[in-house]
């Protein structure tokens, strides 16, 4: 598709949130786009799909986002999702036994503003209280600097109490970075925290509404609208550049473009980089790169568990519970319409064929009406995953009914584990030096992802920022001058003293 008119083409190597996110902008840029995945379906690693044994659509794993991440916001609205996520200013935090405390903004100006709730916290002494609130006074107000060391570090530096790392630090940072706290760098860390600081909004948490391939599929018909191909079970094998095209080998073809977006995960960009002296820089870089695990558990009860939609669960080896059933009640909805439609006979075989599930048994469909449906997260898995499926569904149910009360009458009535092992880039101390920006040694070629040099971790805003990024170079490579990425969310309150 090498360009014989005056429109520019570009291809994009991954359905990812980067990929999907460079494709949408290049397509408005006026440049005619080819995306190339590997799998049969968009989102990458935060895609749904029907799980074979449950015959369920399930996420990967949950995703949540917040409202400080401007580019995923913008993303969403860009290609029309943006009613497809539901905003909660609350957080509740549940200690084993079922007590149930609270975060919420109050009426006190940014950085103080959920000051009244923490202040309130139980299951936190003065004296940790007051440690905590003196390590957050230098991350708030400052960027700090990775100086190689870990954050775990850091905070015994700074005289933080064991209950205050275990039942603060941990459980925010860990779900936030997916990496334990000796293994985190002090800037990632105090990223999270000033960027959650900045303003009441920032910590406002977006829950999707619809399985997250459905959300994601409209980044496709956004390209498909402006002209642009998605191709699926396509990967990038190779490609060979010079200064005005780049060759692709793509499913067993050759393809030329004017541009080429890798948005690859590393070790997928690692396999497709040509052997040539251009390479030996980033395939260095590449090489400082570990990553770290994170398990879904969904488990799905015959009746009500729980009246909260999420909490973060302490003390255990589950971090976080998500209430699918409350969450997405569309999806339910369709779950029990299926279910009676198989009772009913007539729609059987359609049933069956569609979710995976030969002879799937009445009794059990009928069990999930009015039942809790949850989704359990645990974050730098690396305990769960030598273990059986069996092994750790137990532990979670075992865990499920020490926090809430209703699960112990409750039927387990099918579950599914989901181990990512690979889930995301490690944010060790030092490797911010290594995350290589959108431009390489070949000028046709741009690099997005989550672990490019975003200034944020490995999350879909980062990963939507990589691919704006991408985007707005291969604009300026093409003579004219583009702005994709969002501003940042406005510091509000005593926060704009500090910027
Ligand atoms: C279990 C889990 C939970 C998470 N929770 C959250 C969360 O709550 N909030 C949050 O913000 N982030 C979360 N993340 C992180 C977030 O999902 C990622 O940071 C983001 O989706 C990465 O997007 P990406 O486009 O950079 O990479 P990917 O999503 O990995 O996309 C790369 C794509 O390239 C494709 N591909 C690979 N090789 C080739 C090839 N040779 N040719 C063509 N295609 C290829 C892959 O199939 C994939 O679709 C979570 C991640 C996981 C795994």
Known sequence: MHSNSSQPTVAIAGGGLAGLAAACALSDAGFRVALYEKRPFLGGRASSYEHPGTGEVVDNCQHVLFRVCTNLVEFYQRIGVGDQIRWFDQMNFIEPGGRISVMKSSFLPAPLHTAPSFLHFPFLTGADKLAIARALVPLTLAAQRDNGQSFRHWLDQHGQTTNAIHRFWRPILVSALSEELDRISISAAAQVVRESMRSPQARQMGVPKIPLTD????????????????????????????????????????????????????????????????????????????????????????????????????????????????????????????????????????????????????????????????????????????????????????????FFPAAREANLVKSAVIKEVNATYSPRPGIEAHRPGTVTSWPRVFLAGDWTATGWPATMEGAVRSGYLAAEAVVRSAGRNARFLSPDMPARGLMRFFP
């Not at 073809?253 to 960009?269: G, M, N």
């Not at 090489?287 to 015959?302: A, C, Q, R, V, Y």
């Not at 909490?311 to 997405?328: E, G, N, P, Y």
């Not at 029990?336 to 799937?360: D, F, P, W």
């Open 215 to 402: 959300l994601y599929n409209a980044a496709g018909d956004y390209v498909r609208a402006r002209g642009g191909d998605i191709h699926f079970r396509c990967s990038l094998e190779s490609f060979i550049t010079d200064e005005k095209s780049v060759q692709l080998r793509v499913a067993d073809s050759e393809q030329t473009f004017d541009y080429l977006v890798a948005s690859l995960p590393f070790d997928a960009l690692a396999r497709v980089l040509p052997e040539a002296p251009e390479s030996v820089g980033l395939r260095g870089k590449i090489k400082h790169f570990e990553t770290s695990p994170i398990t879904g558990i969904h488990l799905w009860f015959d009746r009500q568990i729980s009246n909260l939609d999420h909490a973060v669960l302490l003390d255990r080896t589950i971090q976080w519970m998500f209430h699918k059933s409350r969450l997405q009640p569309m999806r339910m909805q369709e779950s029990l319409t299926l279910a009676m439609n198989v009772r009913s006979g007539h729609a059987r075989e359609q049933y069956e064929s569609t979710h995976a599930v030969k002879g799937a048994d009445s009794e059990t469909t009928r069990a999930t009406e009015g039942g809790s449906y949850i989704e359990l997260v645990v974050s730098s898995s690396k305990s769960l995953i030598d273990k059986s499926r069996s092994e750790i569904v137990e532990v979670a149910l075992g865990e499920v009914r020490e």
